[in-house]
């Protein structure tokens, strides 16, 4: 499919543009800095990162590369905006691509994480759609998805993306990490509130664009 697995960064570059193409059209394609912040939300991200502009660029130039990615510049802009290639380069309807863009940013889920979590970019109806969604990556070819192993005790088994490689069927769940301290906590709660504000701005400044 590719000439070479995704590595995380690329992952998380491709999982947020996808994402904000679906969830929140009116400010994409995104610009280096609204990407930036994507990529850093504390929301919605599994593992929570601190990427800088030097990994980011680099990151895009790796799916840039692979056809998943472009720089594009409109008419009159003055700014350089990103956008995702991934539809047309594998193919894909929303309903696939906002699972693959939630199992980029979150990792291995259950069908019904997925349907919850996916609802801001493609809200599906039922389970029946979201196992029809995964139905159709994991029979593509190469397949996308794959199922695994049920953990004992679990209603239901996750899925993982291929795009970053192979994963073992029988993958267990990460297990889970201390119990962070408060100094911990507050640092993490300054680093959301610094993101979101940053979002808040980058935002601001495409709505302005928009009137430039």
């Known amino acids: 499919m590719f000439e070479r697995p995704l590595d995380a960064n690329e992952c998380r570059v491709l999982g947020c543009l996808v994402e904000k193409q679906l969830s929140t059209p009116e400010y994409y394609p995104l ?4 990407l930036l912040n ?14 800088d502009e030097e990994s980011v660029r680099f990151a895009l130039e790796g799916l840039r590369e692979q056809g998943l990615a472009l720089e594009v510049s409109g ?14 380069a594998l193919h894909l309807a929303v309903q696939e691509a906002a ?5 980029l940013l979150r990792g291995p889920q259950t069908p019904g994480e997925l349907r919850s979590r996916c609802a801001r970019m493609y809200p599906f109806p039922d389970l029946a759609e979201v196992e ?10 190469p397949p996308l998805l794959l199922r ?30 201390p119990a962070p301290g408060r100094v911990a906590q507050l640092e993490a709660e300054v680093a959301a509130l610094k993101t ?6 980058a935002e601001f400044e495409a709505f302005k664009g928009q009137f430039g």
Do not use: I
């Open 99 to 103: 699972v693959l863009a939630e199992l």
């Open 31 to 34: 610009t280096l800095n609204a």
């Open 132 to 141: 029809s969604a995964l139905q159709l990556l994991m029979e593509a070819e």
């Open 148 to 177: 695994l192993a049920k953990a004992p005790g679990a209603r239901e088994a996750r899925v993982a993306q291929l795009l970053a490689g192979p994963v073992a069927a029988d993958a267990p769940l990460p297990p889970p990490g």
């Open 196 to 201: 979101d504000l940053a979002e808040l701005r």
């Open 75 to 88: 008419a009159g802009a003055r700014t350089l905006k990103y956008e995702h290639r991934l539809e047309g």
């Open 38 to 51: 994507a990529c850093n939300q504390s929301s919605n991200r599994d593992p929570v990162l601190a990427l």
